[in-house]
């Protein structure tokens, strides 16, 4: 029997910063371009992409990859990295990490690379993007998070007066 030993060295991620969700995500054996790319065209997929969006990372070669900065600039995105050595610049990523490890991956031994991948991408969409709750959003989970704020927008917007333009 092989156990697969999941290191999240070499997977990917792509969080929205307002809600906490996670919206791209690749797992890989090797880090290559190949696998910000995927989570990106995930994203991509997944999210509308207006101006002035921006993907912040750290400074990995990966994201500095052409293919990868070709991939940003053709979808308008103002591409961000963080500081030298400084994890802090990109604490959404590194607390989800510590979260995906602790209560997904570290609790498990999977048989396969294919079964880390489907465990963990169940993990993401139905415990921590659906139910596990998040203090920053008010103890809510980041998919109740989002419907309530666009419910709330919706609300807003219905009780303008006519002739105002609203942008969200």
Known sequence: MCIWSV????SQLSTDAFSRRAIGWALRRHLDTE??????????????????L????????QYAAGDYID????????????????????????SFMK?????????????????ATANIGRFIEMVYNSKRLHSSLGYRPPVEFETDSINLLNQKSSTLTTGMTVSF
């Open 71 to 94: 991939m940003l600039t053709k979808n308008s995105i103002v591409i961000s990295m963080s500081r030298r050595g400084n994890p802090y610049d990109n604490a959404y990523a590194e």
């Open 54 to 61: 921006i993907h912040h990372s750290d400074r990995g070669v």
């Open 7 to 10: 290191s999240l060295s070499i």
């Open 99 to 115: 979260t995906l490890k602790h209560e997904e991956v570290l609790l498990n031994e999977y048989e396969t690379f294919k079964e």
């Open 35 to 52: 696998l910000p790319r995927s989570a990106l065209q995930m994203t991509l997929a997944t999210r509308a992409v207006g101006p002035g």
